[in-house]
C-alpha cells in the first residue's frame, strides 16, 4: 500500500440518527503531496545538444498533453429537517417566492463550485410540489425549491439511493424521479427499471469520462412493491463489482456512492474496509460514504494494479437539524484525479474543509460555516447545548481523533 492517509486538515463546523431530529421532531489539511510530475523531471536536466534532439519545451508538452486532471467536491448529507424548510419559506414569503435557501447554505457556498464535478448525498427526497407536500422525520420529502438551489450552487451529481428512498413509497419515487429528470439534474441510485439502470450515468471533464454508481445498505425496513419496475442500487458487493466493470468500460475514472455504516459512530467498521479494498481492485478510483450523519477517517490505498483509490467512509451531515453535538461537524471533501497515458488513475491531493451547522434556540435559524469562520463565542451559544455538549474545542477534538485536524 503505497499511501495510506488519514486526513488531515482543515479549518471550519452535529440527533442521534437522522431519526431525531428538531423536537417537531487552515489549518489546510495535509493535502497528499503530487509526485514531482514528468516534465518538471525531464526539463532539470538539459539533453545532449545533437541535430535530433527535442527540446525541453517540446518534452514538457507532450507530457503535458498526456496528463489529465479532473477535479471533484464530494458533500455528505443533505438533511432537511422541517426548521430547514420552514425557515425558507418565511424567508421566502419575504421575498415573494415559495422558499429560499440562500440563508441557509451562503456561508459555504463558494466551496461548492469550485471542483470540475461536484457529488451531492441528497438524504431527502424531492418528489415535486404537487400532490407531495413538505415532510420532516421519520419520512422526508422537501420542496422542489431546495434541489433547484442546490443545482444552483452547482451540485452536479445528486445520489439518490439512501435509507430514506421509498419514504414517500413506490409513486413517490417515482415523482422524485420526473423531478429530476424533468430539470435537468444527474440523478444516481434509483431508476425507473432495468434499462434506465444499465444507462450508467457519465460526466466528461477536460476530457476525462467520469462514471457514477450509488448503492445503499438500507431502505428503513421498507421495499419496493412486487409489480413495479422501479430499481433501487442496493449495496450487493458482487453486483456492484459488476457494474463497476460496465462503468469502466465506459469511463475513464468511477465514482461510487455508499450509504452504509453504523449511524452516529465514528467509528470505521472491517467489513467497510475490507469492502473498500475489494471494490478498489473492481475498479473504483472514488468512494464516497455516507449515513453515519457523522465524519470518519479518509485514506488513499494503491490497488494491485498501481492505480489508487480515494476512499471517505462519512463526510457526516452536509446540513442537518440533529441534536447530537457531533452531527453538526462536517466536512466538503476537496480532491483530483489524475489520468496518464498507459496509467491506472492516481488520485494527486485531497483536502477536507471543516464545516460546523449552527442553529439557535429551538432549532432556529440553521445555517452552515466554515471552521475557518466559525468562533469560539458562536459555539458557545449554539442551540444544541440543551441537549448534548458543544463548544469550540469539542470540535477540535473530534476532527483530531478522526485523524482530520493538526
Given at each position: 500500500?503505497?499511501?495510506?492517509i488519514a486526513a488531515a486538515a482543515l479549518s471550519a463546523l452535529v440527533l442521534a440518527s437522522c431519526g431525531t431530529e428538531e423536537k417537531e421532531e487552515e489549518q489546510p489539511l495535509n493535502v497528499i503531496s503530487s509526485p514531482q510530475t514528468v516534465s518538471e523531471a525531464l526539463t532539470e536536466t538539459e539533453p545532449p545538444v545533437t541535430a535530433e534532439t527535442t ?69 431527502t427526497l424531492i418528489c415535486g410540489d404537487d400532490g407531495f407536500v413538505p415532510s420532516t422525520y421519520p419520512r422526508f420529502n422537501s420542496p422542489e425549491a431546495l434541489g433547484h438551489y442546490m443545482a444552483e450552487l452547482g451540485v452536479d451529481v445528486f445520489t439518490i439511493a439512501n435509507n430514506h428512498t421509498l419514504d414517500m413509497g413506490a409513486n413517490g419515487l ?233
Amino acid at each position: 500500500m503505497k499511501k495510506q492517509i488519514a486526513a488531515a486538515a482543515l479549518s471550519a463546523l452535529v440527533l442521534a440518527s437522522c431519526g431525531t431530529e428538531e423536537k417537531e421532531e487552515e489549518q489546510p489539511l495535509n493535502v497528499i503531496s503530487s509526485p514531482q510530475t514528468v516534465s518538471e523531471a525531464l526539463t532539470e536536466t538539459e539533453p545532449p545538444v545533437t541535430a535530433e534532439t527535442t527540446s525541453p519545451e517540446t518534452i514538457s508538452e507532450t507530457v503535458a498533453e498526456t496528463r489529465k486532471n479532473v477535479s471533484f467536491t464530494a458533500l455528505g448529507d443533505n438533511l432537511i429537517h422541517s426548521s430547514i424548510y420552514k425557515q425558507a419559506a418565511r424567508r421566502g414569503a419575504q421575498s415573494g417566492t415559495d422558499y429560499d435557501f440562500e440563508y441557509a447554505y451562503e456561508g459555504v457556498a463558494d466551496l461548492i463550485d469550485s471542483a470540475d464535478i461536484t457529488v451531492l448525498n441528497q438524504e431527502t427526497l424531492i418528489c415535486g410540489d404537487d400532490g407531495f407536500v413538505p415532510s420532516t422525520y421519520p419520512r422526508f420529502n422537501s420542496p422542489e425549491a431546495l434541489g433547484h438551489y442546490m443545482a444552483e450552487l452547482g451540485v452536479d451529481v445528486f445520489t439518490i439511493a439512501n435509507n430514506h428512498t421509498l419514504d414517500m413509497g413506490a409513486n413517490g419515487l417515482s415523482a422524485c424521479l420526473d423531478y429530476y429528470d424533468e430539470n435537468g439534474m444527474m440523478r444516481v441510485g434509483a431508476y425507473r427499471d432495468s434499462a434506465d439502470r444499465e444507462n450508467i450515468r457519465t460526466m466528461e471533464a477536460n476530457g476525462v469520462t467520469v462514471s457514477f454508481l450509488s448503492y445503499t445498505e438500507s431502505l428503513n425496513g421498507l421495499s419496493l412493491p412486487g409489480d413495479t419496475s422501479l430499481e433501487i442500487g442496493m449495496l450487493d458487493l458482487e453486483v456492484i463489482k459488476s457494474e463497476i466493470a460496465a462503468a469502466k468500460e465506459i469511463s475513464d475514472i468511477c465514482a461510487v456512492s455508499l450509504h452504509w455504516g453504523l449511524e452516529n459512530s465514528g467509528e470505521v467498521q472491517d467489513y467497510q474496509r475490507n469492502a473498500a479494498r475489494e471494490l478498489g481492485e473492481a475498479g473504483a478510483d472514488i468512494i464516497i460514504g455516507n449515513h453515519p450523519h457523522v465524519l470518519r477517517e479518509i485514506e488513499v490505498f494503491e490497488n494491485s494494479d498501481g492505480g489508487d483509490t480515494i476512499c471517505a467512509y462519512s463526510l457526516g451531515n452536509f446540513i442537518s437539524a440533529q441534536s447530537v453535538g457531533t452531527n453538526l461537524i462536517g466536512g466538503v471533501l476537496d480532491f483530483e484525479v489524475t489520468i496518464a497515458e498507459d496509467k491506472e488513475p492516481e488520485i494527486d491531493g485531497f483536502e477536507l474543509i471543516p464545516i460546523v451547522t449552527h442553529y439557535d434556540s429551538n432549532y432556529s435559524n440553521v445555517r452552515l460555516y466554515k471552521l475557518s469562520d466559525y468562533t469560539p463565542e458562536l459555539a458557545a451559544v449554539h442551540g444544541v447545548r440543551s441537549n448534548s455538549r458543544f463548544d469550540y474545542d469539542y470540535i477540535l477534538e473530534y476532527l483530531k481523533s478522526k485523524g482530520l485536524y493538526e
